[in-house]
């Protein structure tokens, strides 16, 4: 059930960590809002999808510092994480364990009093009024019955994407190949002398590898690339000025989300996790395929099917498979919202992505994207938990004129003068 408001609601579509990071900024800016909050999701709570990812590849702790995470001030994961003796890893940058990252995302629901704000639904319509000062968002609630709202903004946080098939994939049918997302290393048991094989060079296909190594199956992991050591998804240098700077001073929307892809690059794997991979292929039963491709699948035989890879020195080898599960990860794309189709002649885009205005609205309207959504202006750490904190800090100063890294700023140094003019005057 969507709860009557006084005042028209602001939607946020997703009760992922980027839901949840513009949820805690809006109330800690403005608590009155949280009466006028309405965040949907299919799953009915916050950071389902999360939670899900993170046990279904056995996920330890996070890639990103512990620095990262969906409140305001950076500090807090670490004080809870202290406070509350919750087990860290003791890594550099203290990247947070999944157990004390969780932990503290649901104190902060607790705290900020969100966990009743999430109605399961999903949007599924979008239209907006005459003179744009609101939208008519329509929710499927389930059983056939969905419930339309007249919000004052929505936010899409639904991360939009679609996932990267390889194009000897396409066909294919799921006993043949599993997309990562559905794989489920928890529920898998013993996988003793099952041949295992792997597509894609990055940290899921890396976990995926580890987690099936340790099940006790022959893994091949079939690299179009090289095997790349990076710290963080992306430089660091893209979370601050050193590259944001130039970003900006980008007007090329094409070229920026040229610039932000290249940046990103395809998949590469932490030294922790890379280093393990490499002891691994030590041994006969886990073998790594660099500068790989599939050229053929060949189902001729009951249960195990025929790979063949190409590498690009021009040799050939088989492999029977008994699974093969594709990481190679995910497109964003507005397409993947089509709650939005309504509208979609007049929000600008580039390829697949909305080029959204600097407090994140498109097209003019009074909807705000956020995560991978975002990339044109933020860059291509947008889908990130830094990410998650740059969006909702913007579409926060947008609805409360309210900045809350100035006020943390101000805070810390009193005296210096505050800005709090939206973005973009709504009012
Ligand atoms: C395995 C894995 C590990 C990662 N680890 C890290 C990490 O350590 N650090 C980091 O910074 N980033 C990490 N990321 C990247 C990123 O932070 C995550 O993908 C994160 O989940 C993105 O958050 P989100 O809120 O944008 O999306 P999601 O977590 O995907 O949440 C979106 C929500 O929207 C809902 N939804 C979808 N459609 C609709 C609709 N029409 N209406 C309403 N709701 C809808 C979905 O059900 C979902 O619950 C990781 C990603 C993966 C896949």
Redesign the pocket.
């Known amino acids: 059930m969507i709860p009557d408001r006084q005042q028209p609601p602001i939607v946020i579509?997703?009760?992922?960590?980027?839901?949840?990071a513009t949820a805690v900024h809006l109330v800690t800016a403005a608590p009155c809002l949280r009466d006028r909050l309405v965040v949907?999701?299919?799953?009915g709570d916050w950071?389902?999808?999360?939670r899900d990812?993170?046990a279904r590849?056995d996920?330890a702790h996070?890639?990103?510092p512990a620095v990262?995470h969906p409140a305001p001030r950076a500090g807090l994961l670490m004080e809870h994480t202290a406070t509350h003796r919750l087990p860290t890893t003791g890594a550099r940058y203290g990247l947070p364990t999944t157990e004390a990252f969780e932990h503290f995302c649901d104190a902060l629901i607790d705290h900020h009093r969100l966990g009743s704000l999430v109605t399961s639904?999903?949007?599924?319509d979008v239209l907006a009024g005459s003179d744009d000062d609101a939208l008519a968002v329509t929710v499927d609630v389930g059983n056939d019955r969905c419930s339309t709202l007249i919000a004052e903004r929505l936010v899409i946080?639904?991360?939009?994407s679609k996932p990267n098939v390889p194009e000897w994939a396409q066909d294919l049918p799921s006993d043949v190949v599993e997309p990562a997302a559905l794989v489920d290393l928890g529920c898998i048991g013993d996988l003793g002398e099952v041949q295992v094989l792997i597509i894609g060079s990055g940290?899921?296909a890396a976990?995926l590898a580890y987690g099936a190594a340790r099940r006790g199956a022959r893994v091949t992991m079939v690299c179009r690339g090289r095997l790349a050591e990076r710290g963080f998804?992306t430089d660091p240098g893209w979370l601050g000025p050193r590259e944001l700077d130039r970003y900006q001073t980008i007007d090329d929307p094409a070229e920026r989300l040229r610039v932000a892809r290249a940046a990103r690059g395809g998949g590469t794997i932490p030294s922790w996790m890379l280093g393990e991979l490499r002891l691994l292929a030590e041994s006969d039963k886990f073998t790594i395929v660099e500068l790989a491709e599939v050229a053929l699948v060949d189902r001729s035989t009951e249960g195990a099917a025929r790979f063949d890879i190409t590498t690009s020195d021009g040799s050939q080898r088989s492999v029977s498979v008994d699974r093969c599960w594709l990481a190679t990860g995910t497109e964003p794309t507005l397409d993947a919202?089509p709650?939005i189709d309504r509208l979609r002649g007049r929000i600008p885009m580039v390829g697949l992505l909305p080029i959204p205005c600097r407090d994140l609205t498109i097209g003019r309207l009074p909807v705000h994207v956020?995560?991978?959504l975002a990339t044109i202006e933020l860059g291509p750490a947008a889908?990130?938990?830094?990410g998650?904190r740059q969006s909702a800090r913007r579409i926060t100063r947008s609805i409360t004129g309210l900045d809350l890294e100035l006020e943390a700023d101000v805070a810390r140094s009193p005296g210096r003068p505050l800005s709090g003019r939206p973005f973009v005057s709504r009012t």
Do not use: C, E, K, Y
């Open positions: 579509a997703g009760a992922g960590p980027h839901g949840l949907v999701d299919p799953a950071l389902v999808q999360w990812q993170f590849l996920i996070l890639r990103s990262h639904g999903v949007v599924v946080a639904s991360n939009p940290l899921t976990h998804d919202f709650a956020t995560g991978r889908g990130n938990l830094w998650a």
